[in-house]
C-alpha cells in the first residue's frame, strides 16, 4: 500500500512537472508573439545567426531567419493579419541585397506590389544590408525603388548602428522620416558621383 501510495505521488510530481513546464512554455511564446517580430532576410547562416544573435539579446525583439526571398516571403506570408487586408504582424525587414534564387531587389519589388493591392496596409520598413562600391552606389541612387527602402547599412557594421536604426524604425515609428533622408543623401550621392565622372572625363 505503502508503494502504491508513492508511485502515486511520484506520478503527481511528474505530471505537476510537466504542466508547469507547459505553462512556462506557453508563457514564453506569449511573451516572443509580444515582441516586435524582426525578419532577417540573409542568405550567409553565420551572418543571418549573428544578427539574430545581436537582436535578440536586447529582449526588446524577436527576430525570425530566412536565408532567401522566396522563404522570406513565406514567413510573410505566414504573419499576414486580416485575411492580408491589413498590415503584416512583421514589423521591420532587415534585407540582404545579393541572394540566391530571388535577390533583394526582387524581393523588394515583389512586396511592395503586394502590399499595393490592399489601402489597409503600410508598407513594412526595409533596412537593406550591403556592400555595395561607388558604382552600385550610384545606380542605387538612381534606382526608382530607392524610396522603398528606410535605411541602407554597410557590411561590416557596428552592433549599435543596427539597434540603433531598429529603434528609430520600430519604437519611435520613424521609418517615413529614415526614408526621406535617404532619398535626399543618396541623392546628394548620385549628383556628386556624376560631377567627379564628368571632371575625369574633361581631364
Known sequence: MVRVLSLRKSGSNALQR??????YNRSEIAIMKSKPRILVV????????LVIEVINET?????????????ALQILKSHQRGFNFLSNKIECILLDWQMPKMNGELFLKTLRNEEGSSPFKRHIPIVIFT?????????????PTLGLASGYILKPFEEEELLGLLERIVVHKEAEILREILIERDQRW???????????EQD
Open 131 to 143: 556592400a555595395y562600391n561607388d558604382k552600385e552606389r550610384q545606380a542605387l541612387a538612381k534606382d
Open 18 to 23: 510537466a504542466a508547469q513546464e507547459l505553462a
Open 42 to 49: 540573409e542568405d550567409d547562416r553565420q551572418q543571418s545567426d
Open 59 to 71: 529582449q526588446r525583439y524577436h527576430a525570425i531567419p530566412a536565408y532567401d526571398g522566396e522563404e
Open 190 to 200: 548620385a549628383r556628386e558621383l556624376d560631377r567627379a565622372s564628368q571632371r575625369r
